[in-house]
DNA sequence: TCAAAAGTGTTTATGCTACACCCATGG
DNA sequence: CCATGGGTGTAGCATAAACACTTTTGA
């Protein structure tokens, strides 16, 4: 996100005690996942409801705060892996959002503490992602177009995290991290259109486009869903993608 | 930049004390600060020389820690401010490094304060910048090439801010935040190259392909530099460019 | 009048788009 | 045998890449 100098009234640099009056911060990581059902296309982002204050009983991204020891990574993980059961999964880090006032916590009872909040972006296969509802909290996997009100600054966050969904989709190939192992042309057209928006490319021409690329190899096993031509069975093939990696690709 | 789940050892679950055992943190925000002499076609980045420990007198990015009340950006705004007086710039949050030891002042006097960088990447006219030396520090443009050994984990930010420049100058008309307010086509062209590296595309096509785009206007006024014929002067168009916001473009 | 730099044009290959059409299956 | 979804092919247009050429200046 660009932002423009606007002539702000900069801090008088006094050199008084005001250059000591650092904040100390508490950091919280929160994950941004995203699935795609394909059975239904329907493009899911997974919400936590709240157990504690602020925002008790809000829907929420799963969240955790930076323990000691820990690096943002790997407290991204461990919330991850306290939610989801994954097999195959994609993360990386999304943005940092740290203006004053965005948790209440903040003026009330902890002295100045302020709490800043790195998020990460992931994906997971639908089929292969395990939630582990621990009886106590809500979770719950929500269509983005459902998605309710959030806790926190958590629905710009989610903005954030659709759009780096989108430009992702187009110019790398994450898809196969939310496609199952197998999948058909089609399941990876349908994914495409229901991240993207209708109309963004013909089928046969995406078809095409794909198949020459190189790196769709097709397995032969046919799958049949209901009436019309089985539709064979793709996977995405790693090594025959290596010598393509950080070209740039366009999968429009 | 995506990382992938190694089953990595997580943290026992024990819910001990260790569930609590938050870090506390301090927050600095770094700033690379990119611009282009187009006068000598160098790559230039913003380093100053560090006058506390931890890194006395090794060259960094200009940053600060974040005072109460103070937003990432504004923080970033204000060291920008403190080192060079800009006209115009361009900033946007580049990448945030939060891993424990990447600081040595945490595991020192400072009972386990974790120290985490919020950067940010920045473009400036060289010709409008003013360095602002307070007779104390080392500030100085260096060129990409020639940059040493930087303090804490500053190699690593600058790698993340040269790419970020590489793949902004391909799709967004962020060339002309860096170049002077009016600029010659070569000028334009020089700077792809000298940021994309050589061969990246023909001088001929390059300018065909700008041109046609629509949102550079020729000021009739001409350039003369030494021999040759002289160039036009071009200005980027802010409203012409309007309509193809956020449309895909591409600069190569 | 020549070299250097700016600017124009042309040719060829490649790619995208929009279709029309054929194939295999279930009902 | 027909509706449904899968899969193939092609004509026409737009763009990219390579390169030859002209124009305008300073020396």
Redesign the pocket.
Known sequence: MPERLQRKTAHSPTHSLSDRALADFKVGVDNVIFSVDTAQNRLLVLLVMRQEEPFLGQWSFPGTLVRHGESLEDAAYRILAEKIRARNLYLEQLYTFGGPDRDPRESAHSYGVRYLSVSYFALVRFAEAELIADGVSGIAWYPLDQVPQLAFDHNKVLEYGHRRLRNKLEYSPVAFEVLPELF????L?QLYTTVLGE?F?????F???L??MGFLS?TGV?A?????????LYRFDAEAFAPLKDKPL?F?
């Not at 058909?184 to 399941?187: A, I, Q, V």
């Not at 490319?201 to 021409?205: E, G, K, M, V």
């Open positions: 058909t042309l089609s399941d057209y109309n490319s013909d089928y046969s021409n078809r095409s486009r198949l020459k097709d046919k049949s869903r209901g009436a019309g031509r089985p539709a064979s366009v429009i």
